[in-house]
Nanobody, 112 residues
Framework: QVQLVESGGGLVQPGGSLRLSCAASGIGFELYDMYWYRQAPGKQREMVALITNGKSTAYADSVKGRFTISRDNAKNTVDLQMNMLKPDDTAVYYC??????WGQGTQVTVSS
């Protein structure tokens, strides 16, 4: 059974930082490209960052230079370091891989 479990969300002030983590089980983790997506209220889910099985990375324009995705194949985890957070970053953040594997999401709220 495939499981993706996110953690690390919370409330942070603008300009602050958070680190999200996704723990994967039930898959050959090292074989998969891993994604972070987010969905804000009333908006479509959008891709935030990608790290391939070869550790190449890609980011949405809105987070370039502020967010960093990384993975640890020994621990089956993929992290998202988020710096210089803005109110527009407020959303539920989801871990994703494969055809249709999703975590339950973790809430990130950026507000003063």
């Amino acid at each position: 059974q495939v499981q993706l479990v996110e953690s690390g969300g919370g409330l942070v002030q603008p300009g602050g930082s958070l680190r999200l983590s996704c723990a994967a089980s039930g898959i050959g983790f090292e074989l998969y490209d891993m994604y972070w997506y987010r969905q804000a209220p009333g908006k479509q889910r959008e891709m935030v960052a990608l790290i391939t099985n070869g550790k190449s990375t890609a980011y949405a324009d809105s987070v370039k230079g502020r967010f960093t995705i990384s993975r640890d194949n020994a621990k089956n985890t993929v992290d998202l370091q988020m710096n210089m957070l803005k109110p527009d970053d407020t959303a539920v953040y989801y871990c994703h891989c494969g055809a249709d594997y999703w975590g339950q999401g973790t809430q990130v709220t950026v507000s003063s």
